[in-house]
């Protein structure tokens, strides 16, 4: 009798989880789809641009379903920007937009299904046309030269501790050189065995947002395709320590890094990560192995961020690959559009920005290195990033002196997908091959 009721009590659990997963499937069927009438979602000032909207259920329109749309440009508040509700049918529905001013729009669509949905598309409007959002501080050259004149003060001293790994092929370092303020550079770094002097191009792997070791993928990475390659995080901490060690550092004194001392740039944490950039080229480029030409910089959203400022910082560098780039723009607001991560800068309820962190800020501004930035660059552009707006990123990519591509991804956020990591990694072995090959 005990075993029959064990064997009913697991059969009406399997009806339960089958009836659940039946509805799970069914509700994944629905599928709502936002898009722009051209393909790369670009325009110019004063067109007009279409977003269509439509929804299928097993790939077949939805008609008579309602749903809710706003349109604004990034920026809380702003309002005469279409907004409403729409009714679907066998067409797509259309909102239509323009703007004036350069920069980009983003509509947004939900619908009250049992399963809600929501989905976001964005237009850019002569994103090459977008501009500095404030001069660059008079001071600005004669500021970081200074602050490179202390750091090569402090010895370049290295330690280096060898790392197991499984390529036999590459030797790995954990490696801490001392820098200015305290905190060293920490990263690891890769090099194949036996490479002759100044036959290997340099790669600098720099970090997203976050607290967290170097990675030693990385450095091996660079490493198995012929580089001398160096993946520093962005704190100057120790690598290979357990999570935990992580996790209390980010629950702790690295808890609100990016805003600590924005009020001055002689203290705003950003000062000591940049300088750390300039540290860490040092130490790669003073290694025998070293080509003597090239320098390549990668690195995504706060690292994207790093790798504009390592161009315009430092002239060694020869290449960047900056993708969805933070610490852009911190001064948007004060040109009426928004600023980029880490919102360095705080507005004020009236919306004008706080003015002490405004001016420090113009000082560790990713833009503003890179108009100083002669090295070659690919970035990479989501266009509905709500972490570093599309309209940041364009401010310092057209502003870049080098060679520049860019990745525009109408539909993406702020992300760093497998294509776009590829592409970057392409474009750095194909400069370094370029670099090889000239005189």
Not at 20 to 44: F, M
Not at 254 to 278: A, I
Not at 322 to 335: F, L, M, N, Q
Request: proline share 6%; glycine share 10%.
């Amino acid at each position: 009798m005990h075993q029959l009721r064990k064997i009913l009590l697991s059969v009406v659990l399997l009806t339960i989880l089958l009836s659940i997963s039946g509805q799970l499937i069914a509700a994944d069927q629905y599928q709502l789809k936002v898009v722009t009438d051209r393909p790369d979602a670009i325009y110019k000032t004063g067109e007009e641009a279409q977003f269509l909207i439509s929804m299928t259920l097993d790939g077949k329109p939805v008609s008579g379903q309602e749903v809710s749309f706003w349109v604004d440009d990034f920026v809380p508040g702003t309002a005469g920007f279409p907004i409403g509700t729409l009714t679907l049918g066998d067409k797509p529905a259309v909102v239509k937009v323009t703007t004036q001013k350069p920069g980009f729009l983003r509509c947004t669509v939900t619908t009250g299904t049992k399963k809600k949905l929501t989905k976001v598309a964005g237009a850019a409007f002569s994103p090459l046309e977008i501009g500095l959002s404030l001069p660059v501080p008079d001071d600005f050259d004669h500021f970081w030269t200074d602050q490179k004149k202390q750091l090569a003060a402090v010895p370049a001293k290295a330690k280096l501790e060898p790392v197991e790994q499984a390529n036999k092929h590459i030797d790995c370092f954990d490696v801490q050189v001392d820098c200015l303020g305290g905190a060293p550079v920490s990263g690891y770094l890769g090099k194949p065995k036996n490479a002759k002097p100044k036959s290997l191009p340099i790669v600098l792997w720099v970090h997203g947002a976050g607290v967290r070791s170097s990675s030693l993928a990385n450095a091996a990475k660079g490493a198995e395709n012929g580089m001398l390659s160096m993946d520093i995080n962005a704190h100057g901490i120790p690598n290979g320590k357990a999570a935990q060690f992580y996790k209390d550092l980010s629950q702790g004194r690295l808890k609100s890094y990016p805003h600590s001392g924005r009020e001055s740039r002689e203290t705003t944490y950003f000062r000591g990560m940049f300088l750390r950039l300039v540290r860490a080229i040092d130490f790669l480029t003073a290694q025998p192995e070293w080509d003597g030409k090239t320098i390549a910089v990668i690195g995504h959203s706060q690292g994207g961020g790093q790798a504009l400022v390592a161009g315009g910082i430092d002239d060694r560098v020869t290449f960047i690959a900056t993708g969805v780039p933070a610490i852009c723009d911190h001064s948007g607001r004060a040109a009426g559009r928004i600023n980029g991560w880490p919102k360095l800068v705080a507005t004020l309820p009236d919306g004008k920005p706080e003015p002490k962190a405004l001016k420090a800020g113009q000082y560790v501004d990713a833009v503003n290195f890179a108009t100083r930035c002669k090295a070659d660059a690919i970035m990479s552009v989501g266009f509905i990033d709500r972490t570093c707006p599309p309209s940041s990123c364009y401010a310092a990519y057209n502003v870049l002196q080098g060679k520049k591509h860019v990745i525009n991804k109408p539909l993406m956020g702020h992300a760093a997908p497998g294509d776009i990591q590829k592409a970057f990694f392409d474009a750095i072995l194909k400069h370094g091959k370029q670099q090889s090959a000239a005189k």
